[in-house]
């Protein structure tokens, strides 16, 4: 039985309870395969690429989890769903990127002494830990209270947003994935609620890929314009009315989803009367930025809306959350998502990462539970492959799951 061990070159690309795909490399080429926890032998004469074989029946064993009509169908996306995408030179950043561009706009030297001035410390030897987002929130602590003539910590603080604020404003590619995931995801019986996406991401990838495939997206702002925003416009649904039907049923037209950004948008703003309002070119957009305080800013508006419309929506019957590039390290996120694996038995969560290692004490529990629980699956694949590789979805069926309890103050299992 393969073991998951850092220390060697074994490789998890896919878990859920007994279900389990793993390959071992050497120099970086596949040598094992292990299929369901047994070594797949391949003929002395066998050709075929070991790694496209175990990344073939990774595929097949998420397309027959995903190949059913799930009730309520909700995706939560963070950086990973926009990394390495945008039309020309600008592409979607992570946060260590962020780091790098800001040290070129300010410069090592100042950006080291931005760092030791508002004491953050994180190291590795005499190199910073690239953690934008730490230092962000030590900045935001220091400026009320520490004063320099060498580095403006408020101007400084300003600049790193700006920069994040200038790398979100991508256009969509003609390749990109978006579209064809929006395609599959809104092939479902018009009947059943619409497919939710909550993107933690600031650009506007999603909502260009909606108007590029001709869908209609509630996103919270009214259809008139100006667009304002008001949590009751989630409310509504599209039908189509005809003259000369004869039943009274309401139609409703496919190609319909629902969009909810609860670290807000590029193309959001707040004008003098309190209107949450989307345009293009935003002076002042409404951003919660990378900081501890995240969590305390999703208490107001339009943050608080898509939160609640988040726990909301975990908390509904034969549910599934498809989480892509999400790194739950959003304490608050991860709060509402801890809370439906323990209190709803219906919820089905999967977790699609380059990378299922566990990253910190929520991923390693989900680690552990993914080996044994049917309803819980971790996946080893970048969006762009995940969404090509989507299946068009069928029926759905809902299976029985134990109850779990999700332990994050113990020891993982070994």
């Known amino acids: 039985m ?21 390959i071992e490399s050497e120099n970086d080429i596949v040598s094992k395969v292990f299929i369901d926890n047994k070594e797949h032998k391949f ?3 066998d050709l075929q690429d070991k790694n496209q074989y175990a990344l073939q029946v990774k595929r097949n064993k998420y397309q027959k989890f995903l190949n059913h009509q799930f009730e309520n169908f909700v995706v939560l996306t963070g950086a990973g769903s926009s990394v390495n995408i945008g039309e020309g030179k600008l592409k979607g950043r992570l946060l260590s990127h962020l780091w790098d561009d800001v040290e070129e706009e300010l410069t090592k030297e100042t950006l080291s002494k931005f760092c030791e001035l508002v004491h953050y410390n994180d190291k590795v030897g005499d190199e910073f830990v690239k953690n934008l987002e730490k230092l962000l929130s030590c900045a935001n602590s220091a400026k009320e209270y520490i004063k320099s003539e060498e580095v403006d910590i408020q101007n400084t603080i300003e600049k790193i947003e700006n920069l994040i604020k ?46 590029l495939g ?31 039907r004869v039943k009274e049923e309401d139609n409703f037209i496919r190609k319909v989803f629902h969009l909810y ?6 193309d959001w ?35 608080f809306e898509m939160m609640s419309r988040f726990q909301q929506n975990l908390r509904k019957d034969n549910v599934i959350l498809i989480c892509i590039g999400f790194s739950f390290n ?47 699956v971790l996946v080893d694949e970048v969006f762009e492959d995940f969404a090509r590789f989507f299946p068009d979805l069928k029926t759905y069926n809902q299976d029985e799951h134990r109850k779990l309890v999700v332990n994050l103050n113990e020891g993982q299992d070994d």
């Open 330 to 376: 959003d304490k608050h996120i991860v709060t509402a998502i801890h809370e439906a694996l323990e209190q709803n038995p219906s919820f089905q969560l999967m977790v699609v990462s380059k990378g299922i290692d566990s990253l910190n004490k929520f991923t390693s529990e989900l680690f552990r539970l993914a080996q044994s629980h049917s309803n819980i």
């Open 166 to 211: 200038s790398n979100c404003e991508l256009e969509l590619p003609q390749d990109s994935p978006h579209k064809v995931f929006l395609e599959k995801i809104t092939k479902r019986k018009v009947t059943l609620p619409r497919a939710k996406i909550f993107t933690l991401n600031y650009d506007t990838l999603f909502e260009q890929a909606g108007r």
């Open 214 to 244: 001709n869908f209609t997206i509630i996103d919270g702002f009214s259809f008139s314009f100006p667009r304002v925003f008001s949590g009751r416009n989630y409310d509504y649904d599209i039908v189509q009315r005809d003259n000369s």
């Open 269 to 303: 703003e707040k004008d003098l009367k309190g209107n949450i309002l989307q345009k293009s070119n935003a002076e002042k957009p409404l951003m919660i930025y990378p900081k501890d305080s995240k969590y305390e800013n999703s208490y107001e508006q339009p943050y």
């Open 261 to 266: 950004k609860p670290h807000g948008s590029i």
């Open 2 to 22: 393969p073991t998951h061990d850092k220390n060697d070159c074994m490789k998890d690309i896919y878990i859920n309870g007994n279900s389990r795909v793993s």
């Open 43 to 45: 003929e002395p004469d």
